[in-house]
């Protein structure tokens, strides 16, 4: 095992600049790269060079993480980072890119000579600040002393879900964990329209569900935002959210089940987003409950 690594992050954007400066952090070299240039230049502070395309980012790298929107917009960066990418570096792919995405990026990963491991994580911005992510991950047995260092760095934990990264169990297990935390913010924000329509104070809400098996730590913390609207910076963009509730619906669809609540939840997503709301903390869900229904691809009315 190196002591001293040198990583490449593509993709730095809430989770990845987090991750990015948590890896130099830890005293490794690391070379970022991001569509939007300016987004990335905060990181030399933290010691992080700043490459002007992918394949210079990836050049004599011993681990690539990427960290981009989606699956798509992952294997089109590696696509131009191909012409640098050494043979038996490891690949760290983060983006939560859903079930066939993931086996498309390890098929890439193959045709290159590239160790692939399915790594995605659980987490918004504060704990990804703060190096403490929940690792999921999938993939060979022999070389993992290469990506456990910056596992290390990005993480608090990580969760090994079997030796194959081309079978997405890591990208599997997400995206269930997901599903939970998705339906749990639409339900906060559906619960504060209501009381709000019903002319209920939040607070009896929350001092009758106190200390009872209803109460949750992360409802309060949703609602938290909503009500003392400290919506940005987001920790999880609606946008983002939104993307991630239709990979699930998606994989439910694909595997025959019905998932009615995910569906509602990108429904919830989308129109919040198309209201305006879409750079905003997932939490701004709640404002699809009031309003006109823009249609998929319209505005907000006013906006």
């Given at each position: ?8 992050v593509l993709g730095t954007g809430i989770m990845g600049a987090a991750m990015a ?146 079978g997405a169990g890591a990208t599997r297990l997400k995206l269930v964990a997901n ?125």
């Amino acid at each position: 095992m190196t002591d001293k690594l040198t990583v490449s992050v593509l993709g730095t954007g809430i989770m990845g600049a987090a991750m990015a400066r948590n890896i130099a952090r830890a005293g490794h070299t690391v070379r970022a790269w991001n569509r939007t240039r300016d987004k990335a230049e905060p990181l030399t502070a933290d010691g992080v060079e700043i490459a002007g395309n992918p394949a210079e980012a990836v050049a004599d790298a011993d681990v690539v993480l990427t960290m981009l929107h989606d699956g798509p917009a992952a294997l089109d960066v590696m696509r131009q980072a191909a012409p640098a990418l050494r043979p038996g570096t490891a690949w760290m792919q983060s983006t939560t890119a859903g079930i066939e995405a993931v086996e498309e990026l390890a098929r890439f990963a193959r045709e290159h000579g590239l160790v692939f491991y399915d790594a995605p994580v659980l987490g918004t911005r504060q704990p990804a600040e703060a190096g403490q992510l929940l690792v999921l991950a999938a993939g060979p047995v022999d070389g993992r002393d290469t990506v456990t260092p910056v596992f290390a760095a990005v993480g608090a934990r990580t969760v090994w879900t079997g030796e194959d990264g081309a079978g997405a169990g890591a990208t599997r297990l997400k995206l269930v964990a997901n599903s939970w935390v998705l339906a749990a913010t639409s339900a906060t924000g559906e619960v504060l329209a209501l009381a709000g329509a019903l002319g209920v104070d939040p607070r009896q809400f929350f001092d009758a569900i106190a200390g009872g098996p209803l109460d949750m730590g992360y409802l309060r913390a949703k609602a938290d935002l909503i009500l003392n609207e400290r919506l940005t910076p987001a920790s999880f963009a609606v946008t983002t959210a939104e993307k991630d509730a239709r990979l699930i619906v998606e994989a439910g669809r694909r595997n025959g089940v019905r998932l009615d609540v995910a569906a509602a939840g990108a429904e919830r997503l989308r129109r919040a987003a198309a209201q305006g709301h879409g750079e905003e903390d997932m939490a701004a869900a709640y404002f699809a409950s009031f309003g006109e229904d823009p249609e998929p691809g319209g505005a907000a009315p006013g906006a």
